[in-house]
């Protein structure tokens, strides 16, 4: 019974279930709204996650970049712990001491001048729509309803249905509409289509320099730059979305350092605070951010001191243990091992860092349950694509183990 199980889960020694047991309860009570590998985690560290029923696995997804500094960070875990027993939430209503310390931290390593907190990627990208309509109007010069937003073929930037409004997949959508008008999408990594789609009214170009959902998909070289040139060329913001690209994992602390440019706005989250809570936020200039005023925009939990304080440590993880770094020099090593997979189903190796994706001739499925019962965690990404994305912490050893056993399961189908 429901209540019996509550009830054992409150006190101190947890009655436990079997892996079958807490599938059966969710699957009964839960919206069925993900289809999970059927592994119960109750505990991690590091790299490494555990089931209830004691096994191992190597963690090869991290949360979809969400634990780059890897689970349950040590100092991560106190900066949480010690803002917890201080003051957790103080409602914008009130200021705190810890989110003028992130904003100045955050505006130390990325040089943006100013930053929105929010908590879900989501509600950051939605924000910086916002803030791009807000630009086009108040300082482009654009009438009334009439900005628009360019956007790629097969991006994720999130659910909402702004958001929705503006995707390519068919399952995104289907049932949600209405849809939000003003944007136009043009296929990723087309320079030729952005210049053709910029019209006056254009307020912003919202790209992911990698599309992470999309299977790892990278833009031909040279798209970034040639794109921010043109943004510039039309006063048009370009707006990069580096929730998972960002903060390490593509070798740089944001992958659009490899072309050498800096966008006008960029939204973070995910590993901005190291799986321990959501919190996200957009970046930018003070001609931007600085068009908000009192009442524009708001959040009751956005800036709380929880999350800048776990933020503040999370950012800190990154730069002191060097994990841009280290995602650059293992996903060379990644990478060279992958490429000596002997398998007739592999259609594609690409990526960049720690970041990679294996598309394969036929479903990825099997091949990702065959990985878990081999001790690694990856989720296929559509139909056919496998995702590898560990914590950037990883141990060269732990690396090459998980590829030696990747090997064997490619090479086996
Ligand atoms: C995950 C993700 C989001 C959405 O973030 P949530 O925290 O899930 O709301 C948006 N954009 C990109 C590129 C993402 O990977």
New binding site residues.
């Given amino acids: 019974m429901a209540a019996t199980i509550l009830h054992h889960d409150t006190e101190t020694e947890q009655q436990k279930l079997s892996t079958a047991e807490y599938i059966r309860l969710e699957d009964q009570y839960g919206t069925k709204n993900y289809k999970p590998l059927d592994v119960v985690v109750e505990r991690a560290q590091g790299v490494w996650v555990y089931d209830v029923e004691g096994r191992r696995y190597l963690d090869f997804l991290a949360a979809?970049?969400?634990v780059n500094q890897g689970h349950c960070h040590p100092r991560i875990l106190a900066a949480m712990l010690e803002q917890s027993h201080r003051v957790t939430l103080t409602s914008r209503a009130f200021r705190n001491d810890q989110l003028p310390l992130f904003y100045k931290e955050i505006h130390d390593l990325t040089g943006f001048e100013m930053t929105l907190p929010m908590?879900?990627?989501?509600?950051?990208?939605e924000s910086a729509l916002k803030l791009a309509r807000k630009w086009a109007y108040k300082v482009k010069g654009v009438p009334e309803n009439q900005a628009e937003i360019i956007v790629c073929a097969n991006?994720?930037?999130?659910?909402t249905i702004s958001?929705i409004s503006f995707s390519t997949d068919a399952q995104y959508r289907d049932g949600f509409g209405p849809f939000l008008p003003g944007f136009k999408i043009i296929p990723f990594g087309d320079v030729a289509a952005l210049r053709a789609a910029i019209t006056p009214n254009t307020a912003a170009f919202l790209v992911?320099p990698i599309?992470?959902?999309a299977g790892v998909l990278m833009p031909p070289d040279g798209f970034l730059k040639e794109a921010a040139a043109i943004c510039k060329e039309n006063h048009v913001l370009l707006i990069a979305?580096?929730?998972?690209?960002g903060l390490g994992r593509t070798g740089k602390l944001f992958a659009y350092e490899h072309e050498g440019i800096k966008p006008d706005m960029l939204?973070v989250?995910?590993a901005l605070a190291g799986g321990f809570y959501?919190v996200?936020a957009v970046l930018s200039s003070r001609e931007v951010l600085g068009l908000l005023h009192p009442g524009d925009h708001g959040s009751t939990f956005g800036g709380n001191p929880l999350a800048c304080a776990v933020a503040r440590a999370s950012l800190r993880v990154i730069v002191e243990e060097r994990l841009a770094e280290r995602s650059a020099e293992l996903g060379l090593v990644m990478f060279e091992r992958l490429r000596k997979i002997k398998s007739p189903h592999i259609r594609e190796i690409r990526g960049r860092g720690l970041w990679a994706a294996i598309e394969l001739d036929g479903p990825a499925r099997p091949v990702c349950e065959a990985l878990m019962r081999e001790g690694i965690l990856a989720k296929e990404t559509h139909d056919n694509v496998i995702r590898l994305a560990p914590p950037l912490i990883i141990e060269k050893e732990d690396l090459l183990w998980a590829l030696d056993r990747l090997q064997t399961v490619l090479e086996g189908i």
Avoid: W
């Avoid at 908590?119 to 990208?125: I, L, R």
């Avoid at 991006?155 to 659910?159: I, M, Q, S, W, Y």
């Fill in positions: 979809y970049s969400a908590n879900s990627g989501t509600e950051a990208v991006n994720f930037h999130g659910r958001i992911e599309q992470g959902e979305d580096e929730i998972q690209s939204i989250g995910k959501p996200s």
